[in-house]
């Protein structure tokens, strides 16, 4: 197993974790995070009538504390680290509060490449994503 995600599953133990955004981006690291028992809230805009089922029940199911609607970021008070969705920026007046008072303001992705085993290469933009991403995995293949 990778020793760089051990560490960090330990780093998490005991600590207050908070998750905004519950779409495409966190949602495997809100089931990850659930899976190993960690103390998460998710916050979100969307009420669960809004979300997408699946992810609606999924959060249903799993009982996790939830933070949703208009004022959902109201109760974003003494965590540890939380864990934004890319498009939610890091400017915020309550991220810049909490990161004040000493938390951890971090995202999944930063996550994945502090604690991926091998290099990363990143394709970003608006377009050409495919058609680079291919000829970068046709090099690394021959």
Same mark, same amino acid.
């Given at each position: 197993?990778?020793?760089?995600? %051990? %560490?960090?599953?330990?780093?998490?133990?005991? #600590? #207050?974790?908070? *998750?905004?955004?519950?779409?495409?981006?966190?949602?495997?690291?809100? #089931? =990850?995070?659930?899976?190993?028992?960690?103390?998460?809230?998710?916050?979100?805009?969307k009420?669960?009538?809004?979300?997408?089922?699946?992810?609606?029940?999924?959060?249903?199911?799993?009982? *996790?504390?939830?933070?949703?609607g208009?004022?959902?970021?109201?109760?974003? *008070? $003494?965590?540890?680290?939380?864990?934004?969705?890319?498009?939610?920026?890091?400017?915020?007046?309550?991220?810049?509060k909490?990161?004040?008072?000493?938390?951890? =303001?971090?995202?999944?992705i930063e996550?994945?490449?502090?604690?991926?085993?091998?290099?990363?290469? $990143?394709?970003? $933009?608006?377009?050409? #994503? !495919?058609? !680079?991403?291919? =000829?970068?995995?046709? =090099?690394?293949?021959?």
């Amino acid at each position: 197993m990778n020793q760089k995600y %051990e %560490e960090f599953k330990k780093e998490l133990i005991g #600590k #207050k974790i908070a *998750i905004i955004g519950a779409g495409v981006s966190n949602l495997p690291l809100i #089931k =990850i995070l659930k899976q190993l028992s960690y103390n998460i809230t998710v916050f979100d805009k969307k009420e669960l009538a809004e979300m997408e089922p699946s992810t609606a029940e999924f959060l249903q199911n799993e009982e *996790i504390s939830l933070s949703l609607g208009e004022h959902y970021l109201e109760k974003l *008070i $003494g965590f540890d680290i939380i864990f934004r969705s890319p498009s939610f920026l890091p400017t915020n007046e309550y991220l810049r509060k909490e990161q004040n008072r000493g938390a951890l =303001i971090t995202t999944e992705i930063e996550q994945v490449i502090r604690l991926a085993p091998c290099p990363i290469i $990143g394709v970003t $933009g608006s377009k050409g #994503k !495919t058609t !680079t991403a291919t =000829i970068i995995y046709n =090099i690394l293949k021959n």
